[in-house]
Structures are given as structure tokens and as C-alpha cells.
């Protein structure tokens, strides 16, 4: 079965700095897709970027982007320009891409406190 | 832009009642699916629904859970005889290919 790690339980940040948020995951896959999603105090899950597996290049969405090896089977998210509301519990998940489950498995979450 | 709705936002029931969560989800998805995040711990998939009827589900799916689309709009989990550890919040979510869009959640508490 697949199974998401997200090794950092808590990481925090200074406003308009950087910081990268750690996932690995473990499938036989070869075609897959990975994702962030953001949870904020109200409990919306709200997607932030996503990646397929069979594309080599690193999505990027405005000041998040992310670090895909899919060798090491690891997905890092990095915020740039980190901003107040950025402040929120970050899951990474791991879909299937083709046929078989559609279903999304998550990690544990890291939740990022950002300082002003 | 079009989003995945949920009522209600928060339910209060006491042990051994039956709920029923209500998702509406974006109008040109065709899978649906249940999540459950318990306070404190990671998202954890209940269920999966495409072409009326369920394609996948968790162990947490037992029998007393179900799933129903009634109508063009509506999708709903019930369950029937609620315990104090289905006390989670409840994600509905939809997609028509890639991503999964999520509702806002409804908040069970089972006393």
C-alpha cells in the first residue's frame, strides 16, 4: 500500500522568508500524482500545487513550488516570500493516476507557523 | 467559481443516532468521495462513488456507513448508529480528472 511521510510535525518561518516543508512517499507506481494541500484554522482543505509524476519539471503556483525526486520518491513544497496567512497545517497526498484507486492518501500533516 | 458545498457545518447527535452529512458537489464532476480527518490527526479516506455506486472504500467503511446520490445534485454519507469515535470532521471532496476539490467539512460530535 502507499504510504505519504511528512517527517516535520511543526516548522515555523519569519515573514517574506523561505521555507520548505519535507515529504517522501512509497509506491510501485510509475504514473502518479502528488499534491499540497493547505488546511487553515477553519478546516477548508484548499489544494495549493500539484505534480505529475511523469513530468520532469517542478510545478510552480506564484510563490510555491516544489522539489519533485522521483528517484528518492520525495516531494519537498517550498513557500517563498512566506506571508502571515500562510500560517496553516500542510498535507501532502499521493493519487493514482492510472485506473485502480482514485483515492487521495495524505501524510500526517506539518504545521507552519509563520512570525511576523 | 463553482465549489463543493456541504451542510451542515457542524451536527451534535447523541450515541447510537443516525446522521446523514449532505455534499453538493461541482456540477460537471462525475467521482465523489468521503473523507474523515479525526482532531489532531491526518485525512483518512472513508469512500469512493462514481457511476451511482461505490468503486472503493476503507476498512473505516463498515455497515454502518452508506453512501447515496439521490438526485442530480446531492451526495450524502449516512451513518446509522453513531459511536463517539466517528466525533471527526468529514470531508466530501469531487473531481472530473486530476484534482480533488474539497467541501468545508462538517464537524460531527457524537456525545
Known amino acids: 500500500a502507499q504510504t505519504v511521510t511528512q517527517s516535520q510535525p511543526e516548522m515555523s518561518v519569519q515573514e517574506a522568508e523561505t521555507v520548505t516543508l519535507s515529504c517522501t512517499y512509497d509506491?510501485?507506481?510509475?504514473?502518479?500524482?502528488l499534491f499540497w494541500y493547505k488546511q487553515p484554522p477553519s478546516r477548508q482543505m484548499i489544494l495549493v500545487i500539484r505534480?505529475?509524476?511523469?513530468?520532469?519539471q517542478n510545478a510552480t503556483e506564484n510563490r510555491f513550488s516544489v522539489n519533485f525526486q522521483k528517484a528518492a520518491k520525495s516531494f519537498s513544497l517550498k513557500i517563498s516570500d512566506s506571508q502571515l496567512g500562510d500560517a496553516a497545517m500542510y498535507f501532502c497526498?499521493?493519487?493514482?493516476?492510472?485506473?485502480?484507486?482514485?483515492?487521495?492518501?495524505f501524510g500526517k500533516g506539518t504545521k507552519l507557523t509563520v512570525n511576523p | 467559481e463553482p465549489e463543493v458545498t456541504q451542510t451542515p457545518s457542524h451536527q451534535v447527535t447523541q450515541m447510537g443516532q443516525e446522521v446523514i452529512l449532505r455534499c453538493v458537489p461541482i456540477?460537471?464532476?462525475?467521482?465523489f468521495y468521503w473523507y474523515r480527518q479525526i482532531l489532531g490527526q491526518k485525512v483518512e479516506f472513508l469512500v469512493s462513488?462514481?457511476?451511482?455506486?461505490?468503486?472503493?472504500k476503507s476498512e473505516i467503511f463498515d455497515d454502518q456507513f452508506s453512501v447515496e446520490r439521490p438526485d442530480g445534485s446531492n451526495f450524502t454519507l449516512k451513518i446509522r448508529s453513531t459511536k463517539l469515535e466517528d466525533s471527526a470532521m468529514y470531508f466530501c471532496?469531487?473531481?472530473?480528472?486530476?484534482?480533488?476539490?474539497f467541501g468545508p467539512g462538517t464537524r460531527l460530535t457524537v456525545l
Open positions: 462513488f462514481y457511476n451511482n455506486e461505490i468503486s472503493e
Open positions: 497526498a499521493y493519487r493514482e493516476a492510472q485506473g485502480g484507486s482514485e483515492k487521495l492518501v
Open positions: 509506491t510501485s507506481e510509475s504514473d502518479y500524482y
Open positions: 471532496a469531487s473531481t472530473r480528472r486530476k484534482e480533488q476539490f
Open positions: 456540477s460537471n464532476h462525475l467521482y
Open positions: 505534480q505529475e509524476a511523469y513530468k520532469q
